[in-house]
Each structure stands twice: as C-alpha cells, then as structure tokens.
C-alpha cells in the first residue's frame, strides 16, 4: 500500500522558513514523481510543487516560485518542500503523493495521500 508521512509543519512567523518532509512506506520513492499539494480552510486542495522521477525535473505553482525548493531522497525514501520567505497566504495542511508523472494540476492521478503536516503563517 503506498503511503506518506508528513512532517515538519508548524507556526511560523511572515518572512520564516520551514522544512517539510515526507517519508514513504510500502513502496520503492524513485518509481514515481513526488507532488506537494496544500489545502487552505474552506478552499480546494492545490498542487504546489512536483519533481519527476528520473530527470529530477521540478515544477512549481507561480505563487511558490522563487520561494519554495522541491528536493528526493530516493536513498532514504523520503521527498522534501522547503518553504523560505513564508507568507500568510501559504497556511494551509500540506500533503505529499505520488503519480507517474508531474501533473500539479491533476489531483485524481495522485495516491498515497498521508495525514498532512499543518503549516500556519501568522504574526
């Protein structure tokens, strides 16, 4: 069974940073691409960030670009977002999952979904 366990999240202030990590079980990291998604309250799940599974190809929503950093451990099974020049905007629980391919844009083509890390951006 593929699954994620997200960690990492936090309250942070504007301007912080965080590392979030996701460590998978039951199955091998490198046969897939690793997306990012986060939900906010009262709003639709996003994809934020994707890397591929062997070019190490990264892609980002245009709101993180600059700011947040995908990255694989394949070694150690385990993917990572860090999340620099945090805004309020980016609270939210964030999730990890798999697909065969980069599709930010297509939530139905993920699985593995784990229980989510909250991050909260607040003064």
């Known amino acids: 069974q593929v699954q994620f366990v997200e960690s990492g999240g936090g309250l942070v202030q504007p301007g912080g940073s965080l590392r979030l990590s996701c460590a998978a079980s039951g199955f091998t990291l490198d046969w897939y691409a690793i997306s990012w998604f986060r939900q906010a309250p009262g709003k639709e799940r996003e994809g934020v960030s994707c890397?591929?599974?062997?070019?190490?190809?990264?892609e980002y929503v245009e709101s993180v670009k600059g700011r947040f950093t995908i990255s694989r451990d394949n070694a150690k099974n385990t993917a990572f977002l860090q999340m620099n020049s945090l805004k309020p905007e980016d609270t939210g629980v964030y999730y990890c999952?798999?697909?065969?391919?980069?599709?930010?844009?297509?939530?139905?083509?993920?699985?593995?979904w784990g229980q989510g890390t909250q991050v909260t951006v607040s003064s």
């Open positions: 890397i591929e599974r062997r070019n190490g190809q990264v």
């Open positions: 999952a798999v697909s065969s391919m980069c599709e930010l844009d297509n939530i139905l083509a993920h699985e593995g």
